[in-house]
């Protein structure tokens, strides 16, 4: 027999998106909301991510805004020393188990259901919509009086949820960075296939690991540009964002394409490639430390030949032409894209919403944004107006669209008091680490080129934008 619930919101989802928009719902809200996940606890893809996999981003703006998430600790070795602390998936799991146990459960307003899917729309009761167990069991039914939350719009796909779409030959060992931790290994090659911030992670932690660099190939299809992780940092160190913040302000009021943007930015040696004599066209917003660059850049053998198409025993084949591995290679797959690539669309959209990335910064805070617009005594015009989609980062050659929508949707938020006096508050807003620091000369140097570039900016882009 079908169980019925009633809630005012669904939210399908509980990653890091899902819960973001929960935390500020609660908050700013007296809703009830059920939170239904496929997996058996919150968390999203951190549950299925490699064991070694941190952030590249602070602890200190990830998460929910309720709750910290770490202790605001300098790292004083390891790539990250100098650096705010990034948290590991075991830290990050553990943090959204407490935050549904001892905030959303606690609350009496929160229902979750775990091992469940979303089956969409029930036909036959107008508000309905069906949930099915995955260990069996009766269907439940949601009846929702608000809307839909669709927190897995911009889903993250990782290595071990994603087969890999090449053929494997019998006799390879093709692994996932899960299943690497615990492979006793050859003394043989491996073999990274990917080249996103998943194979970047994989050949530090073998690196770290003793393994020569000599024994690492690395085929990496495209190459990508990076943040200098200085460049990041909240609270006491953040100065060095501010100055990073005005510079691509300064340099979006400048250049005409993004390629020209990513070679200012590294001129001011805030962004940088891993091969200086390849042109990278991938840009997704990835940090590294100048430790993790050279470490990264000791891996010698680089194979640019395009994609995989089949690995087999001592042999890879590529777009354009194959090599010869050593008979003991073991390859590494890391080639699922990290984030679907899912077409923009109205985030407030009558009984839906579609969390999407809303903010040039990390997920959470767009997804907190959302939640707390939706609160607001506001039309559905004017939350998206506040709350326009931003494309995935993918290529450097968009990225002055991606900025077009980032900075040209900010007289807009200042001019709503509600908004700005949210994002001052918020923790996972990275601009609210200023609050009682505004006297740090990096600051004030910092928002004086932001005063004098920004309407420049604005006027520069939207004149590129035009001629498209």
Known sequence: ???????????????????????????????????????????????????????HQPSAYYGVNSRSLGFDRIDDSGPN???????????????????????????????????????????????????????????????????????????????????????????????????????????????????????????????????????????RPRDGWFVDRTYTQ?????????TYQAATIEVAAEVSTGLDFALAMEEREMMFRLDPAVEPVVYRGATLSRLELDQLRSIEQVVRMGR?????????????????TGAEAVFVDCTAPGLANSATQPIFDHDLIRIQLTTLGVSPWSAAMIGFVETLDLTDDQRNGLC??????GLIST??????????????????????????????????????????PAVQAAFEVMLNSFGPALANLASIASQR
């Open 308 to 324: 995989v198409r089949a690995v087999a025993p001592g042999r890879v084949y590529l777009d354009d032409g194959d090599i010869a």
């Open 234 to 242: 909240p609270h006491d160190l953040v100065g060095s964002m501010m």
């Open 81 to 219: 020393a100098g650096f705010y602390e990034r948290a590991s998936a075991a830290e990050i799991c553990d943090y959204y188990r407490r935050v549904l146990d001892e905030r959303f459960l606690a609350s009496g307003r929160v229902t979750f259901l775990g091992m469940h899917e979303y089956d969409g729309v029930d036909s036959s009761d107008a508000g309905g919509h069906l949930l099915s167990p995955q260990l069996g069991g009766p269907p439940v039914r949601v009846h929702v009086r608000r809307r839909v939350i669709d927190a897995t719009y911009v889903e993250s796909i990782v290595p071990s949820r994603r087969p890999p779409e090449y053929r494997i030959d019998p006799g390879v060992s093709v692994l996932t960075p899960n299943q690497l931790v615990h492979h006793g290994g050859t003394g043989g090659d491996v073999v990274v296939i990917g080249a996103g911030k998943t194979a970047m992670d994989t050949c530090v932690w073998l690196l770290e690991n003793a393994v020569d660099p000599g024994r690492i190939r690395w085929v």
């Open 1 to 55: 027999m079908t169980q019925t619930i009633q809630t005012d919101y669904l939210v399908v989802g509980a990653g890091a998106a899902g819960m973001s928009v929960v935390d500020e719902l609660i908050t700013h809200s007296d809703a009830e909301i059920v939170l239904v996940d496929r997996r058996h606890g919150p968390g999203g893809h951190w549950l299925d991510a490699y064991p070694f996999v941190r952030l």
């Open 388 to 393: 326009p989609p931003i494309p995935r980062p």
């Open 399 to 440: 990225h002055l669209d991606v900025l077009a929508i980032g900075l040209g949707v900010e007289p807009t938020r200042r001019a709503n008091l509600d908004l700005t006096a949210w994002n001052a508050a918020s923790r996972l807003c990275p601009g609210s680490s200023v609050a009682g620091r505004e006297n740090d």
